[in-house]
């Protein structure tokens, strides 16, 4: 029987080994040139490895053997499938990413990788069952026949989460670690309850993603090092989808019902969703932005949240860390009536949500970006009226002042017209930014 202890013991090889080979890698790439140029869209002001995904593939395969050989997660393994299609699928998606972050592939040949990698998954049973709907009664199980489309769209969607999100220095790896940590002690509470079969890969490779972030993030903190490339971005996005569509579609379907399967909506599934809420949300309003504006759903942009939170004037490293609060506090108010069996309390969450709003926004490094964009004041000023003068000069110099008044008036749209562009071009995102 697999116990929280073995789990997190798989975990730390999986952290150990990546920190370890991730310098190593480093290395490797540099002398072939398998370097990121800095560009009018980046962040980063000199060439970089981006080939950091080696580095968790190597941790993931230490992993995996490490809990091969581990008597407590037998169960997992033994007459069991999953764990080597889920190995398999890891070697093709990780290859796919590899290939495009040396040579740079198409995007239809990227999801023709992806989905291959996804066959491999149905092959070995690595599906989902079943699925609850929002506030409808029992599960709804799906058919063989739909089983494996629903799989490759799950893993298509997943990976491209974690691929759009990777944006700035530590981002992805914190956001998939924080994810990935909350989704383990969520399955974890599920097996607890006799709601999950203990033979669920679910929690395994949730933790193994957990261990890789780990590992990965010292390294790929601003100031970066390396960077984890499509192929890590990919690999932790086939890890995720494998954990949450396993355990999110085969709860059990008895009528037995606790807050931590019925709450959010009735649907175990929506849980890890919100779990990964900030770069679902992100990738959505991509995608929504690109179709609006006519581009490609592929195409590049400076939309993402984390280009707004840097062009509002927060550092780099302080608009991931506003990113991964918002990621801890969803996980947060999603674990708590699963680990704590009754409805969240929500005034902390709530006093959290404000917290971070005011941060956002309030920051001193926001209200001076306000004011070197603010336009410069063009108050309309009539010469002074001297009171000591007599009528008719005073009413001379209202009459002057009325005349310069209405020539201002006549002249002030176009000037505002400057001011603002002047205004746009002071707030375009800077090639670089990092936090003081």
């Known amino acids: 029987m697999p116990t929280i202890g073995s789990y997190v013991v798989i975990g730390l090889v999986a952290a150990a080994v990546t920190f370890a080979v991730t310098p190593l890698v480093g290395m490797f790439a540099r002398r072939m040139g398998w370097v990121y140029l800095p560009n009018d869209r980046t962040v980063h002001e000199t060439p970089l490895p ?16 490490t809990a091969s050989l581990t008597g407590s997660l037998d169960v997992v393994f033994r007459s069991n499938s999953e764990p080597r299609g889920v190995f398999v699928a890891v070697t093709i998606i990780y290859a796919v990413g590899l290939i495009d972050d040396v040579r740079e592939i198409s995007a239809p040949a990227k999801v023709f990788g992806i989905v291959l990698a996804g066959i491999a998954l149905v092959q070995f049973g690595v599906v989902m069952f079943a699925f609850r709907l929002p506030f409808y009664d029992g599960s709804i199980f799906l058919d063989e026949s ?9 893993l298509l969607g997943m990976s491209t989460v974690v691929n759009l999100v990777d944006g700035l220095d530590g981002l992805a790896a914190g956001i998939v670690g924080i994810g990935a940590i909350s989704f383990f002690l969520y399955s974890e509470r599920l097996t607890d309850l006799d709601l999950l079969d203990s033979a669920n890969v679910g929690p395994l490779f949730a933790v193994i993603a957990a ?19 499509d192929g890590g971005a990919l690999l932790l996005g ?24 019925t709450y959010f909506f009735l649907a175990p599934l929506v849980i890890p969703l919100l779990i990964l809420g900030v770069p679902i949300f992100d990738t959505l309003f991509a995608i929504v932005r690109r179709a609006t504006s006519g581009k490609g759903l592929a195409s590049a942009d400076k939309g993402h949240l984390h280009h707004r939170l840097m062009e509002m004037g927060h550092g780099h490293r302080r608009s991931v860390v506003i990113l991964w609060l918002w990621s801890a506090v969803l996980s947060g108010f999603v674990l708590y009536p699963t680990l704590a069996d ?8 709530g006093i959290a949500v404000i917290g971070i709003v005011l941060y956002t926004v309030l920051h001193p490094s926001v209200r001076a970006r306000r004011k070197e964009n603010s336009i410069p004041s063009q108050g309309i000023a009539g010469k002074p009226v001297d009171m000591t003068s007599d009528i008719t000069s005073e009413m001379t110099s209202e009459m002057t002042s009325d005349t310069q008044a209405e020539s201002e008036r006549r002249e002030l749209p176009g000037q505002l017209e400057l001011d603002v562009t002047g205004e746009n071009l002071r707030t375009q995102l800077p090639s670089a930014g990092r936090d003081d």
């Open 342 to 349: 009754q409805n969240p309390t929500y005034l902390p969450f």
């Open 211 to 229: 261990g890789l972030c780990v590992g990965f993030l010292p390294h790929n903190f601003n100031p970066a090092r390396i960077f984890m490339g």
């Open 238 to 261: 086939l890890l995720l989808a494998v954990s949450t569509s396993v355990v999110g579609g085969r709860v059990d379907s008895v009528e037995q019902e606790t807050i931590g399967t």
């Open 50 to 65: 981006d080939i950091g995904g080696l580095a968790m593939y190597v941790g993931f395969v230490a992993a995996y053997v």
């Open 146 to 154: 739909l089983r494996p489309l629903i799989t490759i769209l799950w």
